[in-house]
């Protein structure tokens, strides 16, 4: 009986630590989850903290000393700013003497060998010395004062009063004008400071209300021109396009810009979605390069080219990871290097089209078959990715095909990039009335320069014609 008592005693003793043991075990098992998802968890912020303009879509602008420095190579080479040893100065030119406006000739009094005096008639045998300097004279406002009057008549003795059509309905006229809506709607001064500059560069005072006022008709008097320019971009074979938030009162809105070899024009709406973005475009003419944004699936896809500089930043932040992760993205880095030494030979003629598209026609598969196998790897935030590339499949080799459209979309994120900056410095517009006036005036500049045209020029132009009633200028005239 005292060895049964015992074995019980042993058996409860053994089933007890059995217990603990299988507690132990869950608490390890509970741990290990936990610290797994933890180690998760670390990665996912750092792979977020480690986000630049190299790895994601962030703008340049948002990227930290270290990376700015290490993107300019200044960081690792220590070299000083500006020309480095060796580099090809440059001169400013001189202006052809039909641009000159005052010449002052400069002739020696004495001969430096004898001290006899000299005549002042030119050597022959050798050109003068030329020296140009610049200086810009008093800016004196020019004030116009209408003086309507009345004239009693000497038969009827009725008093008439002089025609006010006459007169402007304007205090301020198209040159001051437009002058003042280039410094707010071009060079993003801000508007106290742009009453500044007027009063100080011109000594013309003026108020905030007055110049809000002006703007509205700037932004009114170069609307057919903005038509115009939208015609253009709607009519383009191959155009550009890209979005970025804007805020209007402090309200989320959408800033989007759409750009063609011949316009760019920018429009602020009120989301990023679908059936906003389709009610930019009158009909679905071209083909368009952007991102793989969802928002843009309204474009046949075989009408579309999805930009490779944004699968190369994706591709980077796979190449960053570790395990298959990084042996994934390393391979399709490769593939993307590739492609774009290919395309840098089409464009430096070292190879024509024909050329380039059989040199991409292995490529082609080769690339597809790694998204392939990164989508059946299963891999977090890696396999998604690849899949949603590999539903953009039909847009992405749009580039070697046609003519004219680029494997990039850095032309709209270039022209997009002054708004960007605006948008920084300020608090954006307060008003669906400063909404058009932001656009229009940024479509304007955008593309008069586009077409050689001088911004300030046109602007005046648009004012001139409003005032005086005749039809617009044109940005597409010779």
């Given at each position: 009986?005292?060895?049964?008592?015992?074995?019980?005693?042993?058996?409860a003793?053994?089933?007890?630590?059995d217990?603990?043991i299988?507690?132990?075990?869950a608490?390890?098992?509970?741990?290990?989850?936990q610290?797994?998802?933890?180690?998760?968890?670390?990665?996912?912020?750092?792979e977020?903290?480690?986000?630049?303009?190299g790895?994601?879509?962030?703008?340049p602008?948002?990227d930290?000393p270290?990376?700015?420095?290490?993107?300019?190579?200044?960081?690792?080479s220590g070299?000083k700013?500006?020309?480095q040893?060796?580099?090809?100065?440059?001169?400013?030119a001189?202006?052809?003497?039909?641009?000159v406006d005052?010449?002052v000739h400069?002739?020696p009094?004495?001969?430096?060998?004898?001290?006899?005096?000299?005549?002042?008639?030119?050597d022959?045998a050798?050109?003068?010395?030329?020296?140009?300097?610049?200086?810009?004279?008093?800016?004196?406002?020019h004030t116009t004062?209408?003086?309507?009057?009345?004239?009693?008549c000497?038969?009827?003795?009725?008093?008439t009063?002089?025609p006010?059509d006459?007169?402007?309905?304007?205090?301020?006229?198209?040159?001051?004008?437009?002058?003042?809506?280039?410094l707010t709607?071009?060079?993003?001064?801000?508007?106290?400071?742009?009453?500044?500059?007027l009063?100080?560069?011109?000594?013309?005072?003026?108020?905030?209300g007055?110049l809000?006022?002006i703007?509205?008709?700037?932004?009114?008097?170069?609307?057919?021109?903005?038509?115009?320019?939208?015609?253009q971009?709607?009519?383009?074979?191959?155009?550009h396009?890209?979005?970025?938030?804007?805020f209007?009162?402090?309200?989320?809105?959408?800033?989007w810009?759409?750009?063609?070899?011949?316009?760019?024009?920018?429009?602020i709406?009120?989301?990023?979605?679908k059936?906003?973005?389709r009610?930019?475009?009158?009909?679905?003419?071209?083909?368009?390069?952007?991102d793989?944004?969802?928002?843009l699936?309204f474009?046949?896809m075989?009408?579309?080219?999805?930009?490779?500089?944004?699968l190369?930043?994706?591709f980077?932040s796979?190449?960053?990871?570790?395990?298959?992760?990084g042996?994934?993205?390393?391979?399709?880095?490769?593939?993307?290097?590739i492609?774009?030494?290919?395309?840098?030979?089409?464009?430096?003629g070292?190879?024509?089209?024909?050329?380039?598209?059989?040199l991409m026609a292995?490529l082609?598969?080769?690339?597809?078959?790694?998204?392939?196998?990164?989508?059946?790897a299963s891999?977090d935030?890696?396999s998604?990715?690849?899949a949603d590339?590999?539903?953009h499949?039909?847009?992405l080799?749009?580039?070697?095909e046609?003519?004219?459209?680029?494997?990039?979309?850095?032309?709209?994120?270039q022209?997009?990039r002054?708004?960007?900056?605006?948008?920084?410095?300020s608090?954006g517009?307060?008003s669906?009335?400063g909404?058009?006036?932001?656009?229009?005036?940024?479509?304007?500049?955008?593309?008069?320069?586009?077409?050689?045209?001088?911004v300030?020029?046109f602007?005046?132009?648009?004012?001139?014609?409003?005032?005086?009633?005749?039809p617009?200028?044109?940005?597409?005239?010779?």
């Amino acid at each position: 009986m005292d060895a049964e008592r015992r074995i019980a005693a042993l058996e409860a003793e053994l089933a007890a630590k059995d217990a603990r043991i299988a507690e132990q075990d869950a608490r390890i098992a509970e741990l290990t989850a936990q610290v797994a998802a933890l180690m998760a968890q670390v990665a996912a912020l750092t792979e977020r903290l480690n986000r630049n303009s190299g790895n994601s879509s962030k703008p340049p602008s948002s990227d930290p000393p270290s990376v700015r420095a290490q993107r300019s190579g200044k960081g690792a080479s220590g070299g000083k700013r500006g020309g480095q040893p060796g580099h090809r100065g440059s001169q400013r030119a001189l202006l052809p003497p039909e641009q000159v406006d005052e010449f002052v000739h400069v002739f020696p009094p004495q001969c430096e060998n004898c001290w006899t005096e000299l005549p002042e008639s030119s050597d022959p045998a050798v050109q003068p010395q030329r020296v140009q300097t610049t200086e810009l004279p008093k800016v004196k406002p020019h004030t116009t004062e209408y003086c309507v009057h009345a004239v009693v008549c000497p038969c009827c003795k009725h008093r008439t009063w002089g025609p006010y059509d006459r007169v402007p309905t304007s205090l301020f006229g198209p040159r001051l004008s437009s002058v003042a809506a280039l410094l707010t709607g071009v060079y993003h001064v801000s508007r106290r400071t742009t009453v500044e500059l007027l009063r100080e560069l011109c000594g013309v005072q003026i108020s905030l209300g007055a110049l809000s006022a002006i703007e509205a008709r700037v932004s009114a008097a170069v609307a057919p021109a903005v038509d115009e320019a939208w015609q253009q971009v709607q009519d383009a074979e191959v155009k550009h396009t890209d979005g970025t938030s804007w805020f209007r009162a402090g309200l989320m809105c959408s800033l989007w810009t759409v750009a063609s070899a011949a316009a760019t024009v920018f429009k602020i709406v009120k989301d990023g979605k679908k059936e906003t973005l389709r009610g930019l475009f009158d009909r679905l003419v071209g083909i368009l390069v952007s991102d793989r944004a969802g928002a843009l699936g309204f474009w046949a896809m075989e009408q579309r080219q999805i930009c490779w500089a944004h699968l190369l930043r994706k591709f980077v932040s796979f190449a960053e990871r570790k395990e298959r992760a990084g042996e994934i993205g390393r391979e399709l880095l490769d593939y993307c290097r590739i492609l774009f030494d290919y395309w840098h030979d089409l464009k430096a003629g070292r190879v024509s089209r024909a050329g380039m598209r059989q040199l991409m026609a292995p490529l082609r598969p080769a690339v597809e078959m790694a998204l392939e196998r990164a989508v059946a790897a299963s891999i977090d935030e890696v396999s998604g990715s690849c899949a949603d590339i590999l539903e953009h499949r039909a847009a992405l080799w749009t580039f070697v095909e046609h003519e004219g459209v680029e494997p990039t979309n850095n032309h709209a994120e270039q022209q997009l990039r002054s708004f960007v900056l605006w948008r920084k410095r300020s608090y954006g517009t307060q008003s669906e009335r400063g909404d058009h006036f932001a656009a229009r005036l940024m479509t304007v500049a955008h593309t008069a320069r586009k077409r050689g045209k001088n911004v300030l020029s046109f602007l005046t132009e648009c004012c001139t014609a409003v005032r005086t009633g005749v039809p617009p200028p044109s940005l597409f005239a010779p």
